[in-house]
């Protein structure tokens, strides 16, 4: 069964088809990180803009990829939630349209699930996790904790009480004058730098608590900053990114494991944006392995937005017997596991 999964939550007008949930045919992801760059962060307004510009191309351009023809798709898969809603809007009325001129069914897919289901994608040298897992989502928007029961149940175990651990990450970078998207660009800088060099706050590290906090520890870095001469040194610079990264990644690391053993599961994982993250994916591997656990990452390319995962979480929705109809609207917010 081939499914078309449409994504447009916030900044990457992506489309993607999927066979039986697993196997990848065609991804394209138009990435809008050139127009968003000049002002430090996502301008809800540009991306709504931009989606509506790309839509067609992108929708185009996954059907010559894949070598699929219009007529051997099953279903739309759509991401319906949460987001920006000028953004969802667009995929959600492409969706919309594509399902109607085809006559085909129409699914809508949560954006975290969709981050989930990254998971279940084939992959060369990664293996799926198979439920019960718990689960990280850790994005620009989100860090969620979750007791995977079933592909499509979940329970929220934790999550962040102020900012999102991708969102530290953006944070920080512009305070050390990186580059946007932050994650990426501190990951490179961290490499050069001694993850010890300055002592970070590792926020609610609390024995029982699932829930995280980030803006103490961005503030933390604001204060050290403060105090150094500036300009900072490439040395000085690296050593912070090191030192905050190491910061997130004990956190994290930390609360998946106490997580696993408060639910009672064998298997981890991690998905979303910040899952590329070089030290996270090794201490968790390190770590979750030491205590007997399957660890299960997406390829790195599927961590961050694209509509493969969307489709994915479709495949899994369809089988359940999820439908839309054509008055299908975008929702800004929804919380996994929670009725809308
Ligand atoms: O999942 P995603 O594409 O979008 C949301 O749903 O929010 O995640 C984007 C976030 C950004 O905050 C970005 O800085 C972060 O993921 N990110 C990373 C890395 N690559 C992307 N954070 C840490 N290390 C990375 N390598
Ligand atoms: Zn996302």
């Known amino acids: 069964m081939n499914i078309l999964g449409i994504e447009t939550s916030c900044d990457e007008t992506a489309a993607a088809i999927v066979a039986n949930g697993k196997k990848l045919l065609g991804n394209v992801v138009a990435s809008q990180i050139a127009d968003h760059t000049p002002y430090g962060g996502v301008v809800p307004e540009i991306a709504s803009r931009r989606h509506v510009e790309n839509i067609i191309g992108v929708i185009r351009a996954v059907f010559t990829e894949s070598g699929i023809g219009q007529g051997h798709i099953d279903a739309v898969a759509v991401t319906q939630g949460p987001g920006l809603l000028g953004s969802l809007l ?68 934790g999550q962040t009480r102020d900012d999102a651990a991708g969102e530290a990450y ?20 961290a490499q050069d730098g001694q993850a010890d060099a300055i002592k970070f706050p590792r926020p609610l590290m609390i024995k029982g608590s699932l829930d995280f906090s980030f803006s103490g520890l961005k503030t933390a870095v604001l204060y050290h900053l403060r105090k150094q001469p500036s300009p900072l040194t490439k040395t000085q610079k690296a050593d912070i990114a090191a030192s905050f990264q190491q910061a997130v990644a004990d956190v994290l690391v930390g609360k998946i494991l106490s997580a696993a053993h408060m639910v009672g599961v064998d298997q981890i994982a991690v998905a979303g944006g910040v899952a590329s993250n070089s030290l996270l994916r090794s201490e968790l591997a390190d770590k979750g392995s030491q205590q007997g656990l399957k660890v299960c990452f997406p390829p790195k390319n599927l961590c961050t937005d694209n509509a493969a995962m969307i489709a994915s979480a479709g495949y899994y929705r369809f089988q359940e017997g999820v439908r839309a109809g054509m008055d299908l609207n975008a929702v800004s917010v929804w919380q996994l596991g929670q009725a809308k």
């Open 170 to 189: 953006d944070k920080v970078a512009k305070m050390l004058e990186l580059g946007y998207p932050g994650g990426p660009e501190i990951d490179r800088l």
């Open 90 to 157: 667009v995929g959600v009325m492409a969706a919309k349209a594509l399902a109607y001129s085809l006559d085909i069914p129409l699914v809508p897919v949560n954006h975290i699930e969709g981050h989930i289901a990254a998971l279940y994608l084939d992959s060369a040298d990664l293996l799926p996790p198979k439920p019960p897992f718990v689960a990280l989502v850790a994005s620009g928007g989100h860090t969620h904790l979750y007791h995977v029961l079933k592909v499509t149940d979940y329970r929220l175990l």
